[in-house]
């Protein structure tokens, strides 16, 4: 006679980290850990668990039709060694809700389809890191729909690589409810060929009193286009270092 044997999902290793199968194909974990995706995932809203939750994609998608919600004491650490995506078509809210709490993009494709807030809301004492992957899709509606919103102070982004590029917003790449934030800046990054509903070139804007740190080399490959409220400078660090790196949205500036 057949004998059939349930045999458990391997492990998944690499980056120097061990994951664990996640199986569902409607929820994402309420426990942190280190968790791979075994197929696609659809889901409404996901309170990301307190600790740290590291989640890899493993090429597979997960649809969001609300926000991930990211509040202090809580991390969400994305891989996407062998490709994959987080897709959102919602009307409402942000897609990531980083409210106090850590987000870390180091792979994948973030698709965002959103109104009347952002793909990643930095709320205060919140923090984005982006190593890796590709920010794209829209976020139209409102007057602040963007890709990243500041809207607390002490908020912090931190590009180290990866691409936000094909964006169309009504906001634009950066939207700042706070100027008290800190953006940092190295490696292998690109911000250019975004625009707003308009179909203006726009990138990352600068309100004033907002200026990108480079807080280390910046490689021959990277792109960042700018807009500024008000024409001066716009970086701290070893910026005439990495001059060519920086583009002006406006034809009428260098």
């Not at 597979?60 to 991390?75: C, E, L, M």
């Not at 409102?142 to 964006?167: C, L, Q």
């Not at 939207?175 to 203006?200: C, M, P, Q, R």
Request: glycine letters at 14%; aromatic letters at 8%.
């Amino acid at each position: 006679c057949a004998v059939t044997v349930n045999t458990p999902a391997p492990a998944h290793t690499h980056d120097g980290i061990t994951f664990a199968a996640w199986e569902s194909s409607n929820s994402l974990p309420t426990v942190e850990g280190n968790y791979y995706l075994t197929g696609n995932v659809s889901v409404d809203n996901w309170d990301v668990p307190e600790g740290t939750t590291r989640l890899c994609l493993n090429g597979n998608t997960i649809t969001a039709n609300k926000h991930f919600y990211i509040p202090s004491g809580h991390t969400l650490e994305i891989y996407a060694e062998e490709g994959g995506s987080i897709n959102a078509n919602y009307r409402v809210g942000s897609m990531f809700w980083v409210n106090g709490g850590r987000l870390v993009l180091n792979g994948g494709t973030i698709n965002g389809n959103v109104s009347t807030a952002g793909i990643v809301d930095i709320a205060a004492n919140a923090e984005f890191i982006m190593n890796g992957g590709k920010i794209t899709g829209t976020s139209t509606g409102r007057y602040d729909a963007s890709v990243i919103r500041f809207t607390g102070s002490n908020g912090t982004f931190t590009m180290t690589g990866g691409e936000i590029s094909g964006t169309t917003t009504r906001g634009g790449v950066t939207y700042f409810a706070s100027t008290d934030v800190t953006i940092n800046i190295s490696g292998s990054v690109i911000i250019d060929g975004n625009t707003l509903e308009s179909g203006k070139t726009q990138n990352l804007y600068l309100p004033s009193g907002v200026i990108v740190n480079i807080v280390g080399a910046l490689d021959s490959d990277a792109s960042i286009g700018v807009t500024m409220h008000t024409p001066g400078v716009f970086t701290s660090g070893n910026a005439a270092a990495c001059i060519d790196s920086f583009t002006s949205d406006d034809s009428n500036y260098k």
